[in-house]
């Protein structure tokens, strides 16, 4: 299964670098929220691919949704086609392909590859996590004043700027620097592999964080809710780190719930 889903992000990160090269349509799900030919056409060259070796698995990919029925092994294939939609529309190079699997509601196995470094970061449960085959680890920053932090925002910022911007104003006090990327894969990524050593966000989607969530474990890191409780991947609310600051982490953010 691991060695599909490394195909599977390969062939559709060329599909995406072809597409960009190319020029694509692009149209508003929302006022903000983009979905491009290229996170379509990604998105069904992977579910094509994983059907024909896997019938009897579901699938839940962002712009298809769910498919199929829970066979016996109860396998979920979770995919974001393009996670960086508007990094890509606007020629940014920082999005990924995202493909992580799930069973039992716990990610077993991930892949996420970044076509324009051409990195892929894989991971299965139990076996460690790798980047272009080699073993990563987390950072081993363990004081929040020398760390590095990353977070993004969901498309209803607009709505609810008022609630994700403190969590800003305090990172931003209390560490060595805070940055938005624009893409919750490869922000997880930068967790696992020590480029990064927090990441925070509320309003992801099961397949913003399937694949990272396993990755990150395997890297030694730690994820939880943004309330310290056991992450779930169908809960919105998402705080990984390299495992040192998440106490830290976590009491900043408890410190904002007195202020209201
Ligand atoms: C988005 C990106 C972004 C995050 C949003 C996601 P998409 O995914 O990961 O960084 O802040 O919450 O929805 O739409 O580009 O696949
Ligand atoms: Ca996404
Ligand atoms: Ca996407």
């Given at each position: 299964?691991?060695?599909?889903?490394?195909?599977a992000a390969r062939e559709a990160g060329a599909i995406l670098q072809d597409y960009a090269a190319r020029g694509f349509q692009i149209e508003?799900?929302?006022?903000?929220?983009?979905?491009?030919?290229?996170?379509?056409?990604?998105e069904r060259h992977i579910t094509q691919l994983i059907g024909s070796h896997f019938p009897s698995h579901r699938i839940l990919a962002e712009e298809g949704g769910a498919s199929g029925h829970p066979g016996e092994d109860n396998y979920v294939w979770?995919?974001?086609?393009?996670?960086?939609?508007?990094?890509?529309?606007?020629?940014?190079?920082?999005?990924?392909?995202?493909?992580?699997?799930?069973?039992?509601?716990?990610?077993?196995?991930?892949v996420i590859y970044?076509?324009?470094?051409?990195?892929?970061f894989a991971a299965e449960r139990g076996?460690?996590?790798?980047?272009?085959?080699?073993?990563?680890?987390?950072?081993?920053?363990?004081?929040?004043?020398?760390a590095l932090v990353v977070s993004g925002?969901?498309?209803?910022?607009?709505?609810?700027m008022e609630e994700y911007l403190p969590a800003w104003r305090e990172f931003l006090k209390h560490t060595q620097g805070a940055r938005r990327l624009g893409?919750?894969?490869?922000?997880?990524?930068?967790?696992?592999?020590?480029?990064?050593?927090?990441?925070?966000?509320?309003?992801?989607?099961?397949?913003?964080?399937?694949?990272?969530?396993?990755?990150?474990?395997?890297?030694?890191?730690?994820?939880t809710k943004l309330d310290g409780s056991p992450f779930d991947n169908y809960s919105a609310s998402l705080l990984c780190t390299n495992g040192a600051i998440h106490d830290q982490m976590l009491a900043v953010l408890a410190s904002l719930k007195n202020e209201r």
């Open positions: 299964m691991i060695d599909l889903a490394i195909r508003n799900k929302g006022r903000i929220n983009l979905v491009t030919e290229a996170d379509l056409a990604s979770i995919i974001d086609p393009l996670d960086g939609t508007t990094n890509y529309s606007h020629g940014f190079p920082c999005y990924a392909v995202s493909i992580g699997i799930e069973r039992h509601g716990k990610a077993v196995a991930g970044d076509p324009t470094r051409d990195e892929l076996a460690g996590a790798t980047l272009n085959g080699n073993k990563i680890r987390v950072s081993a920053v363990d004081h929040l004043e020398r925002f969901p498309y209803d910022v607009r709505e609810r893409a919750a894969a490869i922000d997880m990524c930068c967790v696992a592999s020590g480029r990064m050593d927090g990441f925070w966000e509320n309003g992801l989607n099961p397949w913003d964080t399937a694949a990272g969530w396993v990755i990150i474990e395997e890297a030694g890191g730690r994820v």
